[in-house]
């Protein structure tokens, strides 16, 4: 087993999350899609800090004590949307943004091209997708990898588990290959061994 600051190192992303965001989103509104889960929204004050002329966040589970403790704090305009972005009703009550963040879902989802569509009919200028992704050769994935397959995970599949499990092991390759057949164009490509950051533009 890998030493925790050891997985955290292969899988980070590089460039920091914030400094990728604030060069994107200064003047125009920011969408962060699974807003919630370990991080309270903070890359969405992130965009907030940049500059972001409107701020949303989805997730399909609720506001994080934390989330709201620093909403407050903050005095921030941030909305907050509760929802799956495979709803059509959470795209009508989120609305299209100029940028889309979207981080540790694309894995988790049993139908990523239907998830990329998602966020696509979300990002009205920009998506930048964050994923873990596993260093395979071409345009492979392996479904339900086996726990240690990638440094951060460590659960077996479990069918009753929903978005839980780590459905997908995709290689970059494979994302790239994805966003294509979605009618994405791939601007921007970041990469670690365990980690593929991507922005992309609806064609």
């Known amino acids: 087993m890998l ?90 009550e989120a609305g299209v943004h100029d940028v889309v963040w979207c981080s540790g879902v694309l894995y988790h989802a049993p139908h990523p091209l239907l998830t990329l569509e998602r966020l696509k009919a979300f990002a009205g200028q920009t998506l930048i997708l964050a994923t873990e992704t596993l260093p395979l050769r071409g345009n492979q994935c392996v479904f339900a990898p086996e726990p240690g397959a990638h440094p951060t995970h460590s659960e077996p599949f479990d069918p009753d588990a929903g978005y839980v499990n780590w459905y997908w092991g995709i290689s970059p390759g494979a994302l790239r290959a994805m966003l294509t057949a979605t009618g994405l164009e791939l601007v921007e490509e970041h990469r670690t061994v365990y980690h593929t950051t991507v922005v992309a533009r609806p064609r």
């Open 3 to 92: 030493f925790p600051a050891l997985r955290h190192r292969l899988s980070r992303a590089v460039p920091p999350r914030e400094q990728l965001i604030a060069r994107h989103v200064e003047g125009r509104s920011f969408l962060d899609v699974g807003c919630m889960w370990s991080i309270d929204g903070a890359l969405s004050f992130a965009a907030e800090d940049a500059g972001a002329s409107r701020v949303t966040g989805i997730d399909i589970m609720p506001p994080t004590p934390a989330y709201e403790a620093e909403h407050a704090r903050r005095g921030s305009s941030m909305r907050f949307v509760a929802g799956d972005l495979h709803d059509p009703e959470t795209l009508a």
